[in-house]
């Protein structure tokens, strides 16, 4: 320990400044993160920066305060609770304005947070020989300049402002991520969002000194938004924030050393590179990692291709190469999205050869349904005979059940596509002891009758009654209905849409 001792007292006596830089830099740039990891979920970034310009206008009224006041000059808890008022007098008349006016809130921001900046700007200028206040070092920092009082007021607002985030934690973290939740609960949320606001302020407020009101914003949303590129729990997410504007201080000013550059500057350009660097290399959110993720998929629409080319090559074992002729896309990807649909358990692969499973086989046989109505529903638009079967096989990816029943109740369910090959049938509804409208019957079907309603009130028909349907009258598009004791009833959509059954086994 003594030689850790002597250590400090030799770099102290060799670089004064050092280590008041340095412990400044490190208090603010980790309670930075850790507020910062707020501000992103909340998606309040850009009101971060208005608070951080409305802070000219409380510093100086602060210092006008006490100045006019008491003759007291630069007096930092007076300039700090200017600034705090300043924040929260900003975020209160963007709310306002907000709710009573149609102007967006993101304007309102733009609105207010150069107003009260210009304001500030104005109060500097009528006062300017009351006012003493460094411009320069203001926007941009004085990090080697930090006095002692300083440093207690950093490390003040730091405490403070951690201890709100540790004892209020849960809260802020359902606030955070569902406010309609936590106001259901019992949660202040608007209490909240003033005390997250006045914790934005001090952290301004301490940051300004290291580098500056207008990059310390970067101090804020750049680690945090670091961070929400590696992590998914807010825990953790704080101190990985936390852990990214630290090194990134410690770069950032390690570089200013070393090319003699301002220190606020040369740190956020470091914590800009993390995140550049991170946004590339994140295992799960990062650039190349959607890179591969993209490169990996196999796009639906082939997967589909290779199920409607196994089902409808001859015979039931289809050879690879003949997929591989028949489908569009790189070789690479046909033989991904096969054994993707091996894993599906929806092709079984021997070698060469390629068969269905049965679960794969009605699988194609609902995009096939989905191929020939569409076909069907385009003919009846009139799309030319030539056009059909391309479109219809860019729409035949629009196949979710609801989509395809619309379809095939819309053309009174057809039994045959434009092309004179049969639809297949709708085997999803048409499973024994399911209700389903005699409408989607096919000839053979047979069921017992549950409900009839107005439209089919007029026939020789009863709840109870044991159906069957006989073929279809294509041409005139009539139901063959065949009564229990061998009468015919010829049927129009209708009417038999207006019978429902349960059908037999």
């Known amino acids: 320990m003594s030689n850790l001792y002597e250590w400090f007292v030799e770099l102290h006596r060799q670089n004064p400044h050092l280590l008041k830089a340095l412990l400044a830099g490190t208090l603010v740039s980790c309670v930075c993160g850790v507020i910062g990891c707020f501000i992103i979920l909340r998606r309040t970034a850009f009101l971060a920066d208005a608070i951080a310009h409305s802070m000219l206008a409380g510093v100086v009224c602060g210092y006008l305060f006490m100045k006019l006041l008491f003759n007291v000059a630069a007096s930092a808890p007076a300039m700090l609770i200017g600034s705090l008022l300043a924040g929260v007098v900003t975020v209160a008349m963007v709310g306002f304005v907000s709710r009573f006016s149609r102007i967006k809130e993101d304007t309102v921001i733009g609105i207010m947070y150069t107003g009260v900046f210009?304001?500030?700007?104005?109060?500097?200028?009528?006062?300017?020989?009351?006012?003493?206040?460094?411009?320069?070092?203001?926007?941009?920092?004085?990090?080697?300049?930090?006095?002692?009082?300083?440093?207690w007021m950093m490390a003040f607002v730091s405490a403070g402002v951690l201890a709100v985030v540790l004892l209020f934690f849960r809260q802020l973290q359902l606030v955070s991520f569902d406010p309609v939740m936590a106001a259901s609960i019992g949660i202040p949320v608007l209490l909240l969002d003033y005390v997250l606001t006045t914790c934005t302020s001090l952290v301004v407020v301490a940051g300004v000194n290291v580098v500056g009101v207008i990059l310390v914003v970067g101090l804020l949303i750049i680690p945090a938004g670091t961070a929400y590129l590696l992590c998914d729990r807010l825990g953790r997410m704080l101190w990985v924030s936390a852990l990214f504007g630290f090194t990134s201080f410690l770069a950032g000013y390690l570089l200013s050393e070393r090319i003699n550059v301002a220190p606020g500057s040369a740190v956020v350009v470091a914590s800009a590179f993390q995140f550049l660097v991170v946004f590339c290399v994140a295992p799960r959110y990062g650039l190349f990692a959607d890179w591969l993720r993209r490169r990996r998929a196999v796009p639906q629409q082939l997967v589909e291709d290779v199920l409607g080319c196994v089902l409808r090559a001859p015979g039931t074992r289809v050879a690879v190469s003949t997929i591989e002729t028949h489908v569009k896309g790189s070789v690479d990807r046909i033989h991904r999205a096969l054994r993707s649909l091996e894993r599906q358990e929806l092709l079984q692969i021997d070698g060469n050869d390629v068969t269905f499973t049965d679960e794969g086989r009605r699988e194609a046989r609902r995009l096939l349904r989905a191929h020939r109505l569409w076909e069907s529903y385009l003919e009846h638009l009139g799309t030319p005979p030539e056009q059909l079967h391309d479109r219809a096989h860019q729409l035949e990816h629009v196949h979710d059940e609801a989509a395809v029943d619309y379809l095939d109740d819309k053309l009174g369910h057809p039994t045959h596509d434009p092309h004179g090959k049969p639809i297949p049938e709708d085997f999803v509804h048409l499973v024994s002891g399911e209700k389903v409208t005699a409408a989607l019957l096919r000839a053979g079907h047979s069921g017992v009758i549950t409900h009839l309603d107005n439209a089919a009130g007029q026939l020789p028909l009863q709840l109870g009654m044991n159906v069957k349907m006989g073929p279809r009258d294509t041409a005139a598009n009539l139901w063959q209905v065949i009564l229990p004791n061998g009468e015919s009833l010829s049927l129009d959509h209708d009417v038999v849409d207006a019978i429902t059954v349960r059908l037999d086994a």
């Not at 200028?125 to 440093?151: C, M, N, P, Y």
């Open 118 to 151: 210009a304001f500030g700007g104005v109060l500097l200028s009528l006062f300017s020989r009351h006012v003493h206040i460094d411009l320069v070092h203001f926007l941009t920092g004085q990090l080697l300049a930090v006095q002692e009082s300083d440093l």
